[in-house]
């Protein structure tokens, strides 16, 4: 890794970031759940730092708070940086914070070193990217490319609140949902910690990303009978968490098998297993298992899901249960990032002596639901140990500031080439 040029300052990067870390459930860092006073606290932070760097704040009516620098030339559609302040329950300091203040510090050195950009600079800190108390994620990203639809925003917390309420509880307007689209967006460009090992592993400095991936959740229950643990004898039962443990072993082998045929970014888990009536002495009626598929090739994605299909059914005639439901509950493609964005950030990654690599995202993000609306692209920054959403997530000031400093050269780019 080279030396980061002095426009970019790290140690005022690092200062930012710890200080909006400690916006903080002190019982559970680093916490600043989307919708709570923490969360507000935090913005009313960056707010301030915004301004003081020169930008002009406002929200949308989606409660995205978007920080903007004008450019010199009327009509140029803006560039657009950022990611999200909000956080999972005792989440990390960068994942999502990072690319907020990075983003800041592109502007600040620009400012510092007299360059007047042709297209304003928006920074985005979108609204609730963690999944939320609403049973959402990408509340803010959803509502820019118009996706938020009816449904999602009548969905409640455990307390009864609504979506639409709590947005407008945080300064957003639901009723005008419409005017947060946004009319026209050069390129949208999020830094991110790459919740990975591929950068720390190989000793890479940046990750060009190539696409995020898609994530299809399967639900499937089994049906067997509830015995008396002690009186039924083994070859007498229909034990449902046998059939359920097999598929478990299924998707654990089946996804290793996908991942070597180099098709690009897999993997599967098994996330969810409720076995009933969960009693000690009670042989297993009943088991539902919610299966996790993320590929990078949404073709790979179908045929594993039919793959599971076929053998979850085989499972249950050999286990001597019925297999009652084989769901779909959500899926959404993979999105591609927008590879004249990728050169820009892999040019100017090479332009400061930084190396690269390609690799996909297997996490979502907000630059998902941009890039239907805007080019957008990712860059990826390393991640100690590939921990994330822990409090032990970490990543170097050196880091930061590496890609900070490519961010800048590709805006500076992107602003003489995109017209």
Known sequence: MTTTPLKINQQRIWDDLMALAAITDPEHPHTRRSFSPLFLDGRAWLRQRFEEAGLKVRLD??????????????????????????????????????????????????REAGYVPRHPIEIVDFLAEEPSEYGISCVGSRAMAGVLD???????????????????????????????????????LELHIEQGR????????????????????????????????????????????????????????????????????????????????????????EARLILDIRAEDPAVAVEFTAALDRESSRIATAAHVKRPRFATLSSTKPTICDAHLRDLLGR????????????????????????????????????????????????????????AATLYEAVRLLDGHNR
């Open 348 to 403: 100017g990654a090479t332009t400061l002596g930084y190396s690269t690599t390609s690799l996909a995202s297997g996490a979502g993000h907000d630059t998902a639901f941009v890039a239907r609306i805007a080019p957008a692209a990712m860059l990826f920054i390393p991640c100690k140990d590939g921990k994330s959403h822990t409090p032990e997530e970490w990543t170097e000031p050196e880091q930061l500031s590496a890609g």
């Open 150 to 188: 009816d449904k999602m925003l009548a969905y409640t917390n455990p307390a009864g609140e609504r979506l639409d309420d709590a947005i407008r509880r945080v300064g957003g307007d639901p009723g005008r949902l419409n005017d947060a689209r946004h009319p026209g967006i050069a390129g949208f």
């Open 61 to 110: 009516t989606a409660a995205n708070m978007i920080g903007r620098l004008e450019g010199s030339e009327a009509g140029a559609r803006p560039i657009m940086l950022g990611s999200h302040s909000d956080t999972v329950p005792s989440g990390g300091r960068f994942d999502g914070p990072a690319g907020i203040i990075t983003a800041l510090e592109v502007v600040r050195a620009m």
């Open 198 to 285: 591929v950068l720390q592993n190989n000793k890479i400095d940046l990750g060009l990303v190539t696409a995020i991936v898609g994530i299809t959740r399967i639900e499937v229950v089994f049906k067997g009978a509830a015995d008396h643990a002690g009186t039924t004898q083994m070859q007498d039962r229909q034990d449902a968490s046998l059939a359920a443990a097999q598929l478990i072993l299924f998707v654990a082998e089946q996804a290793r098998a996908f991942t070597e045929r180099g098709q690009g970014h897999f993997v599967a888990t098994t996330g969810v297993v409720d076995i009933k009536p969960n009693a000690a002495n009670v042989v297993p009626g």
